[in-house]
């Protein structure tokens, strides 16, 4: 009974991430095309003629829409039209917050000049003593930084994530000095995060000698 428990269990642990992933890309490419087949003319749409559902179509013509839109908005005249729909958005009260908002997220996460959460660091929260995994994001910068009255990269601005949710969690601004920038990937750290601490990533000897002199030094 030991060995059969042992190997169900090893098999859990083989199977269970590929039926979770495989779960959610099903679920994700059947919400898009049950946004996106319905307004695709009815003789465009392969499930019009097929004798079953054809999984995917739709989402290759939201990737196709989504595309053709970026080289549209690319050239004078789409750059202009989307002038034109951003200014009548803006005359809105409530929608403009909305769309402002989501853009400057979209822009700050997809641009390739920013850094934003490519570090994992440990800072002391919510007391001297206990330490808080964050994930580093930018400088302080505008009125922030003006408020606290300090120099570009003195202050920086940190994600402290929640567990076992990481999409929810506390903006902090603290002192640059007062955090401990760590060696793993953001991944790894997004890992031991939603595992609560359960799943660790590697930790190499150099890793350990760094953080141990970071340790003495803000002692």
Known sequence: MTRLRNYFLTGFVV????????????????????????LIPMRYNPDTYLPFAVPG????????LITLIGFLTANIIGRT?????EYFLGRMPLVRSVYRGV???LETVLSERTDTFKKVALIQY?????????FVATDARGEVQASL?????Q?????????????????LYLPKSEIIELDMSVEDGAKLVISAGL???????????????????KA
Do not use: C
């Open 15 to 38: 199977t269970a991430p590929l039926a979770i992933t495989a779960y959610l890309a099903w679920s994700f490419v059947g919400w898009v095309d049950s946004w996106v087949k319905p």
């Open 57 to 64: 179509f739709g989402l290759i013509v939201a990737l196709i």
């Open 81 to 85: 039209i989307v002038s034109y729909g």
């Open 103 to 105: 853009k400057q997220i």
């Open 126 to 134: 919510p007391r001297k003593g206990l330490w808080a995994l964050v």
């Open 149 to 153: 009255g300090t120099d570009t990269g």
């Open 155 to 171: 202050t920086v601005a940190v994600f402290l994530p929640t567990t076992p949710n990481p999409t929810s969690g506390y903006l």
């Open 199 to 217: 799943v660790s990533p590697d930790y190499h000897e150099k890793t350990k000698v760094l953080a141990e002199q970071a340790l003495r030094k």
